[in-house]
């Protein structure tokens, strides 16, 4: 458990990455009241410095042994290094924010999106998990109408940035973009497919039931932070030429009759969530728009007249910010908010 001190040490587990840049920009943007701020990343990283409030801070290497002293630590350094490190920062008394898949269904762990189920905290144990990046801009909007109106089905298809997928990817993305306008051959290596200018209906590995493993996350995840088991949930995940914010189109099935009116009015009083919806006006969330903004921009909420009690939005949010630093440093806020 967090003791409750004037200003905390807190450590960057994967600083050098994608997520872990925007964490520290984002534990300077909020004032988060940082004592002391340690970098981890790979022996690769050795030497480099990242500026915080000014400062140059000098990464180190991760080891098992570095936790001691340490209050929180926010880790987004793959899902290998949190099964290997998080257990050993919880046994040295620092509370791990991980932003990996590895702990998010162990029921020992919450799962927690601070507008949506802060409750969860309560029981933490050491660890705690920050969902996937789909799931969380899925689950704020899903929140206030399945408490009004019981949600019996969800269909979500995304649109998921290329800086989901980490550095690297992003790269890939400028090099081919250039290689192609320039007639040059292009090799992919971080998908298996060319991604400029073209559409990837594959996120993370396949299973055995044809779904993708990013698939199965928003399914498990959206039903454990919601604490409903019994929604039905079908998902197609797509990875799109877009650097930041992922985008979905969510059809939502309900028992109560809901309209577009009460939607609207119920998730414009949604800590977190922008309704920013006026078609006529060709108003409607955008990634090039949502990139850099702290809130889920929710928009085309309409009726869905093909069944009893349906329902369509659009979502958009900043994959790398709502999506992990930013849930990851509210997360942080409301435990030493106590
Ligand atoms: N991108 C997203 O939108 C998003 C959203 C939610 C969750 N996540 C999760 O966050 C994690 C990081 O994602 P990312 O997009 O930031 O990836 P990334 O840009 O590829 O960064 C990976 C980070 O992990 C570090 N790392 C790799 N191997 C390591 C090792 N053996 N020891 C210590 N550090 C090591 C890297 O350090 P070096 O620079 O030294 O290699 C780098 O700092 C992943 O688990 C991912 O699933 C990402």
């Given at each position: 458990m967090l003791k409750k001190k004037e200003k905390y040490i807190v450590a960057v587990v994967g600083a050098t990455g994608a997520v872990g840049n925007e964490m520290i920009s984002i534990l300077e943007e909020r004032n988060f009241p940082v004592e002391q701020l340690r970098l981890f990343a790979s022996e690769r990283s050795e030497g480099k410095t990242l500026d915080f409030h000014g400062n140059a801070i000098k990464v180190e290497t991760l080891k098992e042994d570095v936790f001691d002293g340490i209050d929180i630590a926010l880790f987004s350094a793959g899902g290998d290094r949190s099964k290997q490190f998080a257990p050993a920062a919880a046994e040295a008394g620092c509370v791990v924010i991980?932003?990996?898949?590895?702990?998010?269904?162990?029921?020992?762990?919450?799962?927690?999106?601070?507008?949506?189920?802060?409750?969860?905290?309560?029981?933490?144990?050491?660890?705690?998990?920050?969902?996937?990046?789909?799931?969380?801009?899925?689950?704020?909007?899903?929140?206030?109408?399945?408490?009004?109106?019981?949600?019996?089905?969800?269909?979500?298809?995304?649109?998921q940035s290329v800086s989901g997928t980490g550095k690297n990817a992003m790269d890939e993305l400028h090099e081919q973009t250039a290689a192609f306008l320039n007639f040059k051959d292009i090799k992919p290596s971080v998908y298996p497919h060319q991604i400029a200018f073209n559409c990837l209906p594959h996120i993370d590995s396949f299973l055995e039931n044809g779904y993708t493993k990013e698939e199965m996350k928003m399914i498990n995840e959206t039903r454990k932070i919601l604490g409903d088991d019994s929604i039905r949930i079908t998902a197609t995940t797509v990875r799109v030429p877009v650097f930041k914010c992922h985008a979905e189109s969510i059809n939502i099935e309900t028992e109560k009759k809901l309209s577009a009116i009460d939607v609207r009015a119920l998730l414009s009083a949604t800590d977190g969530i922008l309704v920013y919806d006026a078609p006529d006006k060709n108003i409607y969330p955008l990634p090039i728009d949502v990139a850099g903004k702290d809130e889920t921009y929710v928009g085309r909420i309409r009726e869905d007249n093909s069944v009893e009690n349906g329902l369509n939005i659009w979502v958009v949010a900043d994959n790398l910010r709502k999506g992990a630093a930013l849930n990851a440093v509210q997360i942080a806020e409301k435990l030493i908010a106590g």
């Open positions: 991980d932003n990996s898949s590895a702990w998010r269904m162990d029921p020992e762990v919450p799962l927690v999106v601070p507008e949506v189920n802060p409750q969860d905290l309560q029981w933490h144990k050491g660890i705690i998990a920050n969902p996937n990046c789909s799931t969380i801009q899925m689950v704020l909007p899903l929140k206030p109408i399945h408490d009004d109106a019981k949600i019996k089905r969800v269909i979500v298809t995304t649109f």
